[in-house]
């Protein structure tokens, strides 16, 4: 069995190699269109729709597209996303003004995310639920250079590691619970903890020796994210750890530019809001039945 695949998504463009289980992802996500062709190495092409196991995908996507199934639609305007980013920087700079900060903008951004089908999300949460996590967050940072130099070093850097974790984990499940889409049907909640976290932490840590293999570990640690959203949605990322890398090296020379980071900084934050597939609970098990078969 031939573990490389080659396919030619809407644009006309070949791309590959990739495993078989990646170009079921990238049906599932869209980006091979039912007539685009597909190839084992060394095989025949042929349509993508009657390719064995990517025709039960498609045929499935189509009947429950009136169900919600699809990618996040994110829709950040260039400038809007730029100045509140700035905002954010600074407010977190001089600590106090960081819970207000961050509800603004994960809020905003919320705002300008719609589900398939255009259903818009929004956040609801007061300022009493999430200002200690900012704020925790930020003074977590002071750890390391409050005791650099001195014999508690080792430690105090496993105290601050092991505080950004537990506070990121409490962080994101606080957004999953506050979002909510027009106007109602939407209810989540996030199952990881803080061990499966503070695991891929390390991995990519550690990846960070192998110069490129970050971007492939991040892949499969915001899969872990997205497979750990539980409640009436079931999310899933569909990036590459192609389109990590280059996409990151494109946005570091957009900032080393300066001028183009408005740009780079939106395309890159749709990029990535687009690649997370939405299935109410009930599609996605209408879904898998055949890819089980």
Known sequence: MAWNYYFKDRSGAQNGPVSLEE???LAKSGRVPPEGLVWAEGGEPQAAASHPALAGIF??????????????EPSFPVWGLFWRSIVLLFAFAFILPAPWAGLWYYRWLAEHVALPGGRRLSLQSSLGECWYLFVGLILVEFINPAFAGSRAQGIAAIVALALSVYLTVLLIGWFCRSLRAEPNGLSLDFAGGFWGYLGWVLLLAISMLTIIGWAWVLKYMVRWLCANVTGTHAFEFVGTGWDFLWRTLVLALAIGFILPIPW????????????IVVTPRAASAAIAQPLAA
């Open 23 to 25: 170009l079921v992802t």
């Open 59 to 72: 045929a499935q996507i189509a009947s429950a597209s009136a169900t919600g199934v699809g990618p996040l």
């Open 264 to 275: 780079a900084l939106r395309w890159f934050a749709e990029w990535y809001v687009s690649q």
